[in-house]
């Protein structure tokens, strides 16, 4: 069965600065899809960034990266030039059939 | 293109009744994901389906829970004599393919009394 460990339930981050959020799974399979998800107050999922398991290449979108280590099984989210809107839950999430969420981590982002 | 809707948004009830939960996916997504989300915790994967078949239900309960998706109208969550702890964020999402992108409802929160 596929896990996904998040071992920061809070995080917090100065405005305009950058944070990294960790993230660490369990798999046998080799081909596979790793997802961000934010959940703001609002309790909508919206996704910040997918990354499939064959591309060596960190997938990055806007100020959002990832730090994918396939034989670490790691898989990391980088905010850089962090905003108030980037306050939310986070959660990690391996995808097979169902997604395969973490636990979440807190982020606050302080003015 | 009308995402992914949910409905009720909010649902009170009271134990031992039952609960209908409704799941309405994207336009042309025949796959269907329900997932329920305790306070202070992530998603929990429940049931995948696609149309008129049981995928995968390895996270559902073995009682008193089941989900169907029909070949017409909307995926359904059923809950049947509803006890405290059922009390939960139920998200559903939907995708073109088992492969592809899920993309999330809104949620209904249920709560029991």
């Known amino acids: 069965a596929q896990t996904v460990t998040q071992s920061q339930p809070e995080m917090s981050v100065q405005e305009a600065e950058t944070v990294t959020l960790s993230c660490t799974y369990d798999?046998?399979?080799?081909?596979?899809?790793l997802f961000w998800y934010k959940q703001p107050p609002s309790r909508q999922m919206i996704l910040v960034i997918r990354q499939e398991a064959y591309k060596q290449q960190n997938a990055t979108e806007n100020r959002f990266s990832v730090n994918f280590q396939k034989a670490a099984k790691s898989f990391s989210l980088k905010i850089s030039d962090s905003q108030l809107g980037d306050a939310a839950m986070y959660f990690c999430a391996y995808r097979s059939a169902g997604m395969r969420f973490g636990a979440g981590t807190r982020l606050t982002v302080k003015p | 293109n009308a995402g992914v809707m949910q409905n009720p948004r909010h649902l009170v009830r009271r134990r031992g009744q039952e609960a209908r939960l409704r799941c309405s996916p994207m336009k042309g997504h025949s796959h269907v994901y329900w997932y329920r989300q305790l306070p202070e915790e992530g998603l929990k994967f429940m049931v995948y389906?696609?149309?008129?078949?049981?995928?995968?239900e390895s996270g559902m309960p073995k009682e008193r829970f089941s989900a169907e998706f029909p070949k017409e109208g909307p995926s359904i969550l059923r809950i049947q004599q509803v006890v405290r702890g059922d009390s939960a964020a139920y998200f559903c999402a939907s995708s073109p393919g088992q492969d592809r992108e899920q993309f999330f409802g809104p949620g209904t929160r249920l709560t029991v009394l």
């Open positions: 389906l696609q149309k008129e078949n049981i995928i995968d």
């Open positions: 798999t046998s399979e080799s081909d596979y899809y």
